[in-house]
Antibody, heavy 120, light 108 residues
Framework: EVQLVESGGGLVQPGGSLRLSCAAS????????MDWVRQAPGKGLEWVGR??????????QYAASVKGRFTISRDDSKNSLYLQMNSLKTEDTAVYYC???????????WGQGILVTVSS | SYELTQPPSVSVSPGQTARITCSGD??????AYWYQQKSGQAPVLVIY???KRPSGIPERFSGSSSGTMATLTISGAQVEDEGDYYC???????????FGGGTKLTVL
């Protein structure tokens, strides 16, 4: 059974940093690209960024709203995905989901999400 | 930046057909994907590559795409189909990855 479990969320002040983790199980993690998607309270889904698999050199891609502030990384030996968030703004407040992708199909499995609140 | 446009809400009675549209300039060249999100839950993939249904998704869910519009059809909608539905696709270069604004489906 595919499982994705996010952790590391919480309350942080504007300008602060936070690192989210996503633990994967039930599939060959290294074969898949992975994404982060967020959802502000009461709002729609917003793609945050992607990290490709080893065959694609772990290249990354980011939404314009987070580029230069957020960094996605992965440790295939630990079946783990990370999202380092720096220079956080109040508008980054959201539930953050990690999601798996395969071939042409993005977000075929999702984690349960983790809440990040940026507030003073 | 690229945009996908969905109607904010769709309402049908149980057993009726619900159609949710998603319009975007690159849809003639790029696949559309559809995700269902029930209240308080993570999204679930219901249609991929315009019209393919993942295993475990009921046959009443179908998808199509023509020109700049993709459509999710729920034939014989049921109360348990209520929730928010999001389309997803990319711009023609594949670099701008976006979700539509979401459509709230009410079945009552």
């Amino acid at each position: 059974e595919v499982q994705l479990v996010e952790s590391g969320g919480g309350l942080v002040q504007p300008g602060g940093s936070l690192r989210l983790s996503c633990a994967a199980s039930g599939f060959t993690f290294s074969d898949h690209y992975m994404d982060w998607v967020r959802q502000a309270p009461g709002k729609g889904l917003e793609w945050v960024g992607r990290i490709r698999n080893k065959a694609n050199n772990h290249t990354t891609q980011y939404a314009a709203s987070v580029k230069g502030r957020f960094t996605i990384s992965r440790d295939d030996s630990k079946n783990s995905l990370y999202l380092q968030m720096n220079s956080l703004k109040t508008e980054d407040t959201a539930v953050y989901y990690c999601a798996r992708g395969v071939d042409t199909v993005p977000f075929d499995y999702w984690g349960q999400g983790i809440l990040v609140t940026v507030s003073s | 930046s690229y945009e996908l446009t969905q109607p904010p809400s769709v309402s049908v009675s149980p057993g009726q057909t619900a159609r949710i549209t998603c319009s975007g300039d690159a849809l003639p060249k790029k696949y559309a994907y559809w995700y269902q999100q029930k209240s308080g839950q993570a999204p679930v993939l219901v249609i991929y590559d315009d019209s393919k249904r993942p295993s475990g998704i009921p046959e009443r869910f179908s998808g199509s795409s023509s020109g700049t519009m993709a459509t999710l059809t729920i034939s014989g909608a049921q109360v348990e189909d209520e929730g928010d539905y999001y389309c997803y696709s990319t711009d023609s270069s594949g670099t701008d990855r976006v979700f539509g604004g979401g459509t709230k489906l009410t079945v009552l």
